[in-house]
């Protein structure tokens, strides 16, 4: 009888890594998490899947402790969604951001060197590596030009996997993500605090949001349908790389208008201009060509933007009227 695969993710209390657990779980996997020691509990996005993976401390800015939970737990796939990963918080943090979201790639890598070649590696790279970009939409061959630390970072991760994959042979592949939301999106992100701030407008809880740059522009998807890709990518007989992307750009203000225009709300009645939310250096228009993605992993997202909005304002709503 054959026994079930495991799958290691690091960054599985994220957003991404609870649907990625989920996505395995339901598909046989055996599921080990890397989790951070912390004085603080984080689990909540993870607490109805507690009883069926197995979370184990270990730490990027740690090499030893990587090897040791290869070595125990001899995972045939390796995820790595752990990061620093808001983009603000990068330019007050940007050592911090470089140790964990560059140099934490090549811990992991060379933990796999070390342990296990054959394991096949996930890399979850960014968008925000195209920064300043210089064609629009944005492709596996578009040069990089990152705009923030966090997007420095990302970008030394993703050369670096290629790298190791170049170097030594690993099955390492990276998945390029643009903006990816749902309602576990945290509530520093804009999209999360826009869905939260119209719910709890609408309920009497609050009476504006401060936002920056009305008019930055995303590709903004579903994080489930992205997860699906990161998973499709480790399937495949070779590593590449991939574009991950609705191929659609929407700006913060069609964000507002259609979070605030769901729960019948004039959203410029509420909405605040702040600058100090705007960003040292702004990107410019992030779109991605998925095309590659539809093409090799026969993926698809199947949640527009939209829907996407709307889910995440409906997911507020309900979890503050719980609450009141």
């Known amino acids: 009888m054959a026994t079930s695969p495991t799958a290691l993710i690091t960054g ?7 649907y990625l657990a989920e996505l395995l779980l339901e598909k046989g996997y055996e599921v080990v998490g890397l989790h951070r020691r912390s004085s603080t509990v984080t689990f909540e996005r993870i607490t109805h899947l507690m009883d069926r993976i ?16 290869l070595r125990d737990f001899e995972p045939a796939e390796v995820y790595n969604l752990a990061a620093q990963s808001f983009v603000q918080t990068s330019f007050i943090q940007p050592v911090l951001t470089g140790e964990v979201t560059a140099l934490g790639v090549t811990r992991i890598l060379d933990a796999i060197l070390l342990t296990n070649p054959g394991i096949r590696f996930y890399q979850a790279s960014s968008s925000e590596m195209f920064g300043k970009v210089v064609e629009v939409p944005q492709t596996e061959r578009t040069p990089f030009h990152p705009r923030s630390p966090y997007g420095v970072a990302k970008t030394y991760g993703h050369w670096i996997t290629v790298n190791y994959r170049e170097s030594y042979g690993l099955h390492a592949s990276s998945g390029i993500l643009f903006n990816h939301e749902s309602p576990r999106r945290g ?33 903004w998807g579903y994080a489930p349908d992205y997860v699906r890709a990161m998973w499709l990518m480790l399937q495949q007989d070779g590593p590449d790389d991939y574009v991950i992307s609705t191929g659609e750009t929407h700006s913060v203000r069609e964000l507002c208008e259609v979070a605030f225009g769901h729960l019948g709300l004039d959203w410029e009645r509420h909405v605040v201009v702040d600058e100090q939310f705007f960003r040292p250096a ?11 993605a539809r093409t090799v992993l026969g993926w698809e997202p199947a949640v527009g933007f939209e829907d996407l909005v709307r889910m995440m304002v409906d997911a507020d709503l309900a979890s503050l009227s719980a609450g009141s």
């Open 282 to 292: 702004e990107v410019d228009l992030l779109i991605g060509d998925p095309k590659k």
């Open 54 to 69: 197995t979370l184990v401390p270990a730490d990027l800015l740690d090499e030893a402790s990587m090897i040791r939970v």
């Open 187 to 219: 509530l520093e992100f804009v999209t999360r605090k826009v869905a939260f701030s119209a719910a709890a407008i609408k309920l009497g809880l609050q009476q504006e949001v401060r936002l920056g740059n009305l008019e930055a522009q995303r590709d």
């Open 12 to 18: 599985i209390t994220g957003q991404d890594g609870s």
